[in-house]
C-alpha cells in the first residue's frame, strides 16, 4: 500500500456536489474529501482484506451465537427488557445488509480488526459512488478499485425483498444529519433500483397507534431500514413500542446487531479466538498484563473518550459522553503513519460477502469524527 498524489481538478468540489456529496468540507472548511491524494494496492492486498473480512464475518456470527447461548448480553449492557426481542430478532434470520469492519495496518501490511461498526455504519456514499466516480475522472478506464459497493447493495436487497413483511420499506435517520440524510437516501435509491417501493422518514415522524407503527399518512410500518443506533434506541420509550408491536416489523440493522456493534464483543472474539492473527488481545475490565493498550468504552462513537496507554503511562485520550457502561481493553496497534497523519482501512460487508473498501486519514492517532475519506485504486 502507498500513498500517492494527484494534481486536482479546479472544478473538483462543483463536480462532487452535483453527485449529491454535500458534506465534502465541513463548515470550518476542513476537508473531509481527499481529492489529490490516493492510496495503490495491489491486487493481492486486496485480496487479502477480502479474506479477512470475511472470516471475520463467520467469526463474528459464531460469536453471536455463543453470546445468546451462553446468556450473556448483560455483559454488553444491553437492557432486560429487550433482551428477548433480540434473541427473537436473532433466532428468526432478521435481515441484515451491511456492517464496515475498522482494521489497522502496519508497516508489515498485517490487517488487525480495531472495531465493527456493524449497526450504523456511514461513509458508504463516498465509497460506493463518489471514490468510483473521483477514478473514472482521473484514471478513465485504465484503473480498477476494491470496490463492488453499489452493485452488492441492489443484489442485496433484491434478495431481500421476498422476505419483507409489507408492501412499503421505510427509510429513516435524523433530520440534523445531511451526512446521515446522503447515506440513507444511497440506500434508499438501490433499493428502488431492486424493485423495492420505498418511503423516507425522519425519526422523529415516526407515529405508534397503540398496536404498531405508523408513517405520517398513518400508514403501517411493516420494514424499516433505520440509521439510528440501538443503544439510543433502547434507552427511549421508542423502545418499549418495538417489543409490543403486533405486526413484529423488520427493523434493518435488527436487534442482533446490538451485540456486533458494541466493543464488548472484541473481548468475545479473543476469548473465542485466541492469537488470532486478524485479532487483538482484548479484556473486559482491565488490561491484565498488556502495557501497551487501548481503552474503549463499550459504546463509544466517533472516537469519543479512548485512552491510549503507553508503557503504562497515557499518552493520548479524548473527551465525550461515555464510559459508565463500562470499558474494554485492546492492545495497542500499530497503525499505518504518512506525513499527512494515521490511516485506517474500513472494510465493508454487504450481504454476507466483503465488496469494498474505504480509507480513513487523521490527524491524531485516535480515529474521530474528524478523520478525512482517502480514495483507492488497485495496481
Same mark, same amino acid.
Given at each position: 500500500?502507498?500513498?500517492?498524489?494527484?494534481?486536482?481538478?479546479?472544478?473538483?468540489?462543483?463536480?462532487?456536489?452535483?453527485?449529491?456529496?454535500?458534506?465534502?468540507?465541513?463548515?470550518?472548511?476542513?476537508?473531509?474529501?481527499?481529492?489529490?491524494?490516493?492510496?495503490?494496492?495491489?491486487?493481492?492486498?486486496?485480496?487479502?482484506?477480502?479474506?479477512?473480512?470475511?472470516?471475520?464475518?463467520?467469526?463474528?456470527?459464531?460469536?453471536?451465537?455463543?453470546?445468546?447461548?451462553?446468556?450473556?448480553?448483560?455483559?454488553?449492557?444491553?437492557?432486560?427488557?429487550?433482551?428477548?426481542?433480540?434473541?427473537?430478532?436473532?433466532?428468526?434470520?432478521?435481515?441484515?445488509?451491511?456492517?464496515?469492519?475498522?482494521?489497522?495496518?502496519?508497516?508489515?501490511?498485517?490487517?488487525?480488526?480495531?472495531?465493527? /461498526?456493524?449497526?450504523?455504519?456511514?461513509? =458508504?456514499? #463516498?465509497?460506493?459512488?463518489?471514490?468510483? &466516480?473521483?477514478? +473514472?475522472? $482521473? !484514471?478513465?478506464?485504465?484503473?480498477?478499485?476494491?470496490?463492488?459497493?453499489?452493485?452488492?447493495?441492489?443484489?442485496?436487497?433484491?434478495?431481500?425483498?421476498?422476505?419483507?413483511?409489507?408492501?412499503?420499506?421505510?427509510?429513516?435517520?435524523?433530520?440534523?444529519?445531511?451526512?446521515?440524510?446522503?447515506?440513507?437516501?444511497?440506500?434508499?435509491?438501490?433499493?428502488?433500483?431492486?424493485?423495492?417501493?420505498?418511503?423516507?422518514?425522519?425519526?422523529?415522524?415516526?407515529?405508534?397507534?397503540?398496536?404498531?407503527?405508523?408513517?405520517?399518512?398513518?400508514?403501517?410500518?411493516?420494514?424499516?431500514?433505520?440509521?439510528?443506533?440501538?443503544?439510543?434506541?433502547?434507552?427511549?420509550?421508542?423502545?418499549?413500542?418495538?417489543?409490543?408491536?403486533?405486526?413484529?416489523?423488520?427493523?434493518?440493522?435488527?436487534?442482533?446487531?446490538?451485540?456486533?456493534? /458494541?466493543?464488548?464483543?472484541?473481548?468475545? =472474539?479473543? #476469548?473465542?479466538?485466541?492469537?488470532?492473527? &486478524?485479532?487483538? +488481545?482484548? $479484556? !473486559?475490565?482491565?488490561?491484565?498484563?498488556?502495557?501497551?493498550?487501548?481503552?474503549?468504552?463499550?459504546?463509544?462513537?466517533?472516537?469519543?473518550?479512548?485512552?491510549?496507554?503507553?508503557?503504562?503511562?497515557?499518552?493520548?485520550?479524548?473527551?465525550?459522553?461515555?464510559?459508565?457502561?463500562?470499558?474494554?481493553?485492546?492492545?495497542?496497534?500499530?497503525?499505518?503513519?504518512?506525513?499527512?497523519?494515521?490511516?485506517?482501512?474500513?472494510?465493508?460487508?454487504?450481504?454476507?460477502?466483503?465488496?469494498?473498501?474505504?480509507?480513513?486519514?487523521?490527524?491524531?492517532?485516535?480515529?474521530?469524527?474528524?478523520?478525512?475519506?482517502?480514495?483507492?485504486?488497485?495496481?
Amino acid at each position: 500500500m502507498e500513498l500517492k498524489k494527484l494534481q486536482k481538478d479546479s472544478n473538483w468540489q462543483e463536480r462532487l456536489e452535483n453527485v449529491g456529496f454535500g458534506y465534502h468540507t465541513d463548515e470550518n472548511n476542513r476537508t473531509y474529501w481527499v481529492e489529490d491524494r490516493y492510496f495503490s494496492i495491489t491486487p493481492k492486498e486486496a485480496d487479502n482484506i477480502f479474506d479477512a473480512t470475511n472470516q471475520l464475518w463467520e467469526m463474528c456470527l459464531a460469536a453471536v451465537e455463543h453470546v445468546i447461548e451462553n446468556n450473556r448480553l448483560d455483559e454488553f449492557k444491553i437492557p432486560k427488557f429487550i433482551q428477548p426481542y433480540l434473541i427473537e430478532s436473532w433466532e428468526n434470520e432478521t435481515p441484515s445488509i451491511y456492517g464496515r469492519f475498522d482494521f489497522a495496518f502496519d508497516k508489515n501490511k498485517q490487517l488487525k480488526l480495531l472495531e465493527f /461498526n456493524a449497526d450504523t455504519p456511514t461513509s =458508504l456514499f #463516498e465509497c460506493g459512488v463518489v471514490q468510483w &466516480l473521483w477514478m +473514472e475522472n $482521473y !484514471f478513465g478506464d485504465t484503473k480498477d478499485q476494491f470496490n463492488s459497493v453499489h452493485d452488492k447493495l441492489i443484489e442485496t436487497w433484491k434478495m431481500l425483498k421476498p422476505y419483507l413483511k409489507g408492501e412499503t420499506l421505510h427509510f429513516t435517520c435524523v433530520r440534523e444529519s445531511l451526512e446521515d440524510l446522503t447515506n440513507v437516501e444511497y440506500l434508499r435509491d438501490c433499493a428502488i433500483q431492486a424493485g423495492i417501493n420505498t418511503k423516507l422518514i425522519y425519526i422523529d415522524e415516526i407515529g405508534w397507534n397503540n398496536v404498531n407503527f405508523v408513517d405520517l399518512e398513518d400508514e403501517t410500518i411493516t420494514d424499516i431500514f433505520k440509521l439510528y443506533p440501538w443503544e439510543w434506541m433502547v434507552n427511549e420509550t421508542f423502545a418499549y413500542n418495538i417489543k409490543n408491536d403486533e405486526i413484529k416489523a423488520n427493523w434493518i440493522e435488527p436487534a442482533w446487531k446490538m451485540i456486533l456493534s /458494541n466493543k464488548a464483543i472484541l473481548a468475545i =472474539l479473543w #476469548e473465542l479466538y485466541p492469537n488470532h492473527h &486478524l485479532l487483538l +488481545e482484548t $479484556y !473486559f475490565s482491565e488490561p491484565h498484563q498488556m502495557k501497551d493498550y487501548v481503552k474503549k468504552p463499550l459504546l463509544s462513537r466517533e472516537g469519543a473518550n479512548i485512552t491510549v496507554v503507553k508503557d503504562g503511562k497515557t499518552t493520548e485520550e479524548t473527551s465525550g459522553e461515555y464510559g459508565e457502561e463500562g470499558y474494554i481493553y485492546q492492545e495497542l496497534a500499530e497503525l499505518h503513519k504518512e506525513e499527512s497523519g494515521y490511516s485506517i482501512i474500513g472494510s465493508w460487508i454487504i450481504g454476507q460477502e466483503s465488496c469494498g473498501i474505504t480509507f480513513r486519514e487523521s490527524d491524531q492517532f485516535i480515529t474521530t469524527d474528524k478523520s478525512r475519506f482517502v480514495p483507492h485504486i488497485i495496481e
